[in-house]
């Protein structure tokens, strides 16, 4: 299955508080990168992570964001592999939202 085809509708994830980052997968859709997972929570969905392609901008901890283009993402870097993966999100970027 194409990655392209598992998009999600904004709507569904919403806006969540930023929380934080860690260093990301070295490989997304088999293209190697360098990549930042991003710690978000919000109501709907408690705490999830969203990659993004890595970046020098700096995101406030705290702060309202909008995730861009979110794409499903089944993350087998959190847990491993013995168990169920996360089921994260793959998007362009994050917006903050003022």
């Known amino acids: ?6 998009k999600l509708k904004p709507d569904f994830i919403g806006e ?9 997968p070295t490989h997304m859709d088999g293209q190697k990168g ?33 995730i861009e283009d979110p794409l499903l993402y089944v993350d087998y870097g959190v847990n ?3 168990v169920e993966p996360a ?3 793959w998007a362009k970027g994050l917006t903050v939202l003022k």
């Open 80 to 82: 491993g592999r013995n």
């Open 1 to 6: 299955m194409k990655q392209e085809t598992l």
């Open 34 to 66: 360098s990549y930042t997972r991003h710690h978000l929570f919000n109501e709907k969905h408690g705490v999830f992570h969203v990659i993004t392609a890595a970046s020098v901008a700096v995101i406030p901890q705290g702060s309202m964001v909008k």
């Open 16 to 24: 969540a508080i930023y929380d934080g980052f860690e260093a990301g």
């Open 87 to 89: 089921k994260n999100v």
